[in-house]
Nanobody, 124 residues
Framework: QVTLVESGGGLVQAGGSLRLSCAVSGRTEYVAAMAWFRQSAGKEREFVSG????????DVAESVKGRFFVSRNNAKNEAYLELDILKPEETAVYYC?????????????????WGQGTQVTVSS
């Protein structure tokens, strides 16, 4: 069994920054590519950013390009999401997902492993 645990969420003013972390434990060999999704109240979960197993490939949603940055440290079994210039409409629960293949997907349905999420609240 593999477990993902997100951390780093919180309350921040518009224009501020946060750094989210996702720690992988247990059968870590089951997780290769990783991605971040978010879900606002009343909306569907949406793709934010993903990273390949070796970190050489990243995919970023257009809405956050240039403001959010994904990275990982395989020695620590962790992935990160740097959120800069946050907007109030980006208030959401941010989830980390894991795939057993090397490259991330923008499709939520392909992810078998998820963390419990971390709340990000951006005040205006």
């Amino acid at each position: 069994q593999v477990t993902l645990v997100e951390s780093g969420g919180g309350l921040v003013q518009a224009g501020g920054s946060l750094r989210l972390s996702c720690a992988v434990s247990g059968r870590t060999e089951y997780v290769a590519a990783m991605a971040w999704f978010r879900q606002s109240a009343g909306k569907e979960r949406e793709f934010v950013s993903g990273i390949s197993y070796n970190g050489g490939y990243t995919d970023v949603a257009e809405s956050v390009k240039g403001r959010f940055f994904v990275s990982r440290n395989n020695a620590k079994n962790e992935a990160y999401l740097e959120l800069d210039i946050l907007k109030p409409e980006e208030t959401a629960v941010y989830y980390c997902g894991g795939l057993s293949r090397d490259y991330p997907s923008r499709s939520e349905a392909e992810y078998a492993t998820w963390g419990q999420g971390t709340q990000v609240t951006v005040s205006s």
